[in-house]
């Protein structure tokens, strides 16, 4: 990667401003922040936008508030492209996503403790949490042969697939995409990638098949929250046609392909990076995990076959999750009913029409979001026929736990960042310095005065609250920015973190 310097955003506006493109050549990198969350901008992140903004067939990059350094790309970056494929700014967690359970049941119906502590029980015994586990670590989880995983990989969340993991067959139409196709726009053709990668790389697909329905590690995590609506006109009928019910409970969960996506992306920056040294090619900034293929190949083609594969995993793993969190839920309190609000990624490459920067569209092209979510405004074409037309789609923004969550609507503006949101608060501390800076005694004590559960003995500190951004700083950066809107805080009650250090059996 090539030396990092000072880079300076020049302001447009209070929450707007821009980078000049390398060179000056291109259109500016669109930087999304007011001017205390662009002066914490890290200079490796910008270093990292300049270099993907320098990759051929780039023609806009947007840095997010939630932007920090990442592996190539910054995490919480748009990069758009009608020419190319880019791996980087994709990420290792292929469809790394949130999802929003709606449950019909009262807050108050989870103040007590041991009734929160019996539903952290009952979702560890169906949803196994950390890197590696998979159904065999949990005794109620539901199983998934050999099979059954080869449709999930190659259809994703068919009426098939969902029939026979006791899914709602209606949550399909609350996901941002149900389904991925090969690169011919077919089934059939991922499903011959899928053959050739078993016989060549995959020889431990089955194993990988067994992380359906769990978490994973790290910054992954499931969240049991309350609702709160915003009293305003807009927020209300918004919130009525997103299905979320103010004062009531629901579970938010931020996992993504597990193992199996992993695998999958590391073969693919490994593949591409051979083929570059190989050919000899410069890579942007000297970086490589900044290499690309152009549309068309056989590269971009196994690519995009790759990415299809672990973003259908991702998907049926989330709506499996849900399933059986909404399970959990009716073993602790018979009678509740629950409904999947939205499922939407953050970590994904999508064929889209793009922003021409004035409102309209400039054609089709790959928009590649990484740790960014999609914000499709009423009236956007690709809503046209879902339930979201009228409205724009909600949007999922983890913050942290003591800081809550938010569901959001996209609103016209969202075009001037390529019609995309930040993912969350973003990290401001890396995970080795939030683990020597913070206390942990002090970490816990928080959660304790929020009243707060967790099935952690300690809270880990490289997931603590001040370890990421303000949260409501960033959001303030989208709504000044005219980017999207508030509908609803979410406030934790109890999180399910990586199951390593669980209280099973805790009063």
């Known amino acids: 990667m090539s030396e990092t310097k000072a880079v300076q955003i020049h302001a447009t506006g209070e929450a707007t401003g821009f980078i000049p493109a390398p060179g000056d050549k291109g259109k500016p990198i669109t930087v999304i922040g007011t001017n205390s969350i662009r002066a914490g901008f890290d200079a490796t992140c910008l270093q990292q936008a300049l270099n993907s903004r320098s990759a051929p067939g780039v023609t806009d990059l947007v840095l997010n508030p939630d932007a920090h350094a990442g592996y190539g790309a910054p995490v919480g970056c748009v990069l758009t492209s009608p020419t190319h494929i880019y791996p980087g700014p994709v990420g290792v967690d ?4 949130m999802s929003f359970l709606q449950l019909d049941l009262p807050a108050d119906q989870v103040l007590d403790k041991p009734v929160r502590r019996a539903l952290i029980e009952a979702i560890l015994e169906r949803t196994p949490t950390g890197a590696g586990r998979g159904q065999r670590s949990a005794r109620k989880a539901r199983k998934v042969g050999e099979a059954l995983g080869v449709k999930v990989v190659t259809e994703g969340a068919s009426p098939e697939v969902l029939h026979a993991l006791g899914i709602p067959a209606e949550w399909a139409q609350r996901c941002e995409d149900a389904a991925h196709w090969g690169h011919d726009g077919t089934h059939s053709m991922l499903a011959q990638r899928l053959e050739w990668l078993r016989a060549h790389r995959f020889s431990n697909f089955i194993e990988k098949i067994t992380q359906l ?16 609506v915003h009293d305003n006109d807009r927020a209300r009928s918004t919130a009525a046609v997103f299905g979320l019910r103010d004062g009531c409970v629901g579970f938010l969960s931020h996992c993504g392909s597990r193992g199996f996506g992993h695998a999958l992306a590391t073969g693919q920056f490994n593949a ?28 971009a083609d196994e690519y995009i076959d790759d990415m299809s594969l672990g973003a259908n995993f991702a998907t049926v793993n989330h709506l499996l999750i849900n399933a059986l969190v909404l399970e959990a839920f009716q073993e602790v309190i018979p009678g509740v009913k629950g409904s999947l609000v939205y499922y939407i990624s953050h970590n994904i490459a999508r064929k889209e029409l793009l922003s021409d ?19 499709f405004p009423a009236g956007h074409p690709a809503l046209t026929d879902t339930p979201f037309a009228a409205t724009g789609h909600p949007i999922l923004l983890p913050g942290n736990p003591t800081a809550g969550s938010a569901v959001m609507v996209a609103d016209p503006g969202a ?9 969350g608060a973003g990290r401001c501390m890396g995970r080795k310095a939030a683990d020597r800076a913070l206390d942990q005694q002090t970490v816990d004590d928080e959660f304790v005065a929020n009243d707060i ?14 370890a990421y951004k303000n949260f409501d700083a960033v959001l303030d950066s989208v709504k000044t920015a005219g980017l999207a809107s508030e509908v609803a805080r979410l406030k934790a009650r109890f999180v399910i973190k990586d199951g390593d250090m669980s209280l099973r059996g805790a009063a």
Do not use: M
């Open 272 to 299: 591409l990076q051979r083929k570059f040294a190989e050919w000899a090619i410069p890579l942007p900034g000297g970086d490589k995990e900044l290499v690309y293929a152009p549309l068309g190949t056989c590269e």
């Open 357 to 375: 920067g004035r409102g309209g569209f400039a054609g089709e092209g790959w928009v590649h979001r990484k740790g960014a979510t999609r914000a």
């Open 94 to 97: 292929i469809k790394c996503s």
């Open 453 to 466: 559960l967790s099935n952690c003995r300690q809270y880990p500190k490289d997931e603590a609250p001040a």
């Open 213 to 228: 329905g769990s978490y994973g590690g790290g910054n992954h995590f499931g969240e049991c929250e309350v609702v709160k």
């Open 415 to 423: 075009f001037v960042a390529a019609y995309s949101v930040n993912h």
